[in-house]
């Protein structure tokens, strides 16, 4: 290979596809067993902004891929051990394989067509230019985030997860949307609070979308997984780690990159697993659990919690580090209750939703009688109430009168009662006292009516001291 070969000049092509680079760098591994060769292939690639490892070997290579993630891999064909297309071979069995271009000094047609059913994305023979690897490097990893794009949505479109628009007419609200597109397309880290059945996730999706960024939005639930299950989800696990991880497994944090990456019900997080997470922002980066190779975090952040964390904090439940990490921008959701004139609008959407094209109407008195509900559990509580309608009406119904709605009359009284000193958790207690009396106490039902789950309902009824009554 000649010096002139090896120049690190710019061509128009490599200058244009610059800006597809991520900020945080492409992870590149390049196996070339030429000691010269290889430091100046490292040395150019790093220069160029990527994070670089060198080996020297196929085995080294099939190491250094199984121990660690790397969106591409430079592979010379002939090396000691294990040659390049063996170890294109390999990497098919891979659950989430690097995209790899092969290099070599004596390649022949035959060669280049096995890479390339192999799998490889390009085949390069020496010498060659530097610019030519730098530009093969940055669209070979656009085709990877493709892939890894294209994997996620299939899993979205699976489980036919839609994503509803904010629906609202309250001037508040209004002023939390406009809050939301002033922040979206920032970095910030976005805290949603608000009573449960608010929103809270939809408010997510929404920053989501307005942020422009073309990574996935990943969810997690800190209050439905156990703590070792959600520490595994979080920050993924490596081959061997514990009894059954046969393969690396990337957490939600890795899989949220270039993305948004929504926490619901931070609170619920244990003191252990918010120590974790707030070093993982503090450096940016984390290990998977049993690993030692650090990942870089470049997703942005979106929590939401259902309690008041900073009175959390002066309890000594939640870490004071943490939530002046996630909270740069705090965004308060208001209770239904407070949204009466959302209610109607809202009922109204989500009929159109259910009911198809020609859903039925809301009579007045079903307006006035949902508008002097208190909705404890909130725009949840409100959908499932309006799906029960849809299911048990009939199709030639074309109004939803105040009977047909699954809402206690005398339930609401309290509600319409603004300046008693009925509490809220008196309302929610009554409440649910009667929606489990509607149901004949089975707390599935009860739950489901109610917008929360048997955890929760379960949880409740422990709370208030509710007892079922005894039949006879």
Not at 120 to 139: G, N, Q, T
Not at 219 to 225: C, Q
Not at 406 to 421: C, D, T
Request: charged residues 25%; proline residues 5%; contains cysteine.
């Amino acid at each position: 290979m000649t010096s002139s070969s090896m120049t690190p000049d710019r061509t128009p092509l490599e200058r244009a596809s610059a800006d597809t680079q991520p900020s945080r760098g492409i992870r590149v591994l390049v196996a070339e067993d030429e000691e010269n060769l290889a430091q100046i292939l490292c040395t150019f690639l790093r220069s160029r902004g990527h994070q670089v490892a060198c080996v020297g070997d196929g085995k080294a290579a099939l190491q250094a891929l199984r121990d660690e993630a790397y969106d591409v891999a430079i592979v010379d064909i002939v090396m000691p051990e294990v040659d390049g297309l063996e170890v294109l071979r390999q990497l098919r069995s891979e659950p989430e394989p690097p995209e790899v271009i092969v290099i070599t000094g004596n390649g022949t047609v035959e060669t280049a067509i096995t890479a390339m059913k192999l799998g490889a994305y390009d085949y390069l023979a020496k010498p060659y230019r530097m610019a030519e690897i730098d530009v093969l490097v940055r669209r070979a990893w656009e085709k990877h985030q493709l892939a890894r794009e294209n994997r996620y949505l299939q899993a979205r479109l699976s489980r036919a997860d839609s994503t509803p628009e904010v629906v609202t007419q309250y001037a508040p609200m209004h002023a939390v949307l406009a809050l939301l597109e002033r922040v979206a397309t920032t970095d910030s880290p976005v805290l949603i609070t608000g009573e449960s059945g608010t929103g809270k996730r939809l408010l997510a999706r929404a920053i989501h979308r307005l942020s422009g960024r073309t990574g996935p939005i990943i969810e997690a639930d800190s209050s439905l997984l156990a703590e070792g299950v959600l520490d595994i989800e979080l920050f993924g696990h490596e081959r061997g780690a514990f009894s059954g991880a046969v393969t690396r497994k990337a957490g939600l944090i890795e899989l949220a990159a270039g993305g948004t990456l929504f926490i619901g019900d931070i609170g619920m997080l244990s003191t252990k697993l918010q120590s974790k997470l707030a070093r993982t922002l503090e450096h940016g980066s984390f290990f998977r659990v049993g690993g030692t190779q650090k990942v870089e975090v470049s997703a942005r952040l979106v929590t939401s919690s259902n309690h008041d964390l900073e009175q959390a904090v002066h309890d000594g439940r939640f870490r004071d580090d943490l939530l002046c990490r996630v909270n740069a921008v705090t965004v308060s959701l208001p209770p239904l209750r407070e949204r009466t004139v959302d209610i109607p609008l809202l009922a109204q959407h989500f009929l159109t939703q259910l009911a198809g094209s020609s859903p039925p109407t809301l009579t007045a008195d079903a307006i006035a009688l949902m508008q002097a509900y208190p909705w404890p559990g909130n725009v949840r509580e409100l959908r499932n109430a309006i799906e029960r309608v849809v299911l048990l009406s009939n199709a030639e119904q074309t109004e939803i009168r105040a009977q047909d709605l699954p809402l206690s009359p005398h339930s609401s009284a309290p509600r319409a009662s603004v300046g008693s000193q009925v509490t809220l958790a008196e309302l929610e207690r009554q409440h649910i006292e009667a929606v489990l009396s509607q149901s004949n106490w089975h707390q599935g039902r009860a739950a489901k009516t109610l917008g929360i789950s048997s955890k929760t309902l379960y949880r409740k009824i422990r709370e208030y001291g509710l007892t079922r009554p005894k039949k006879g």
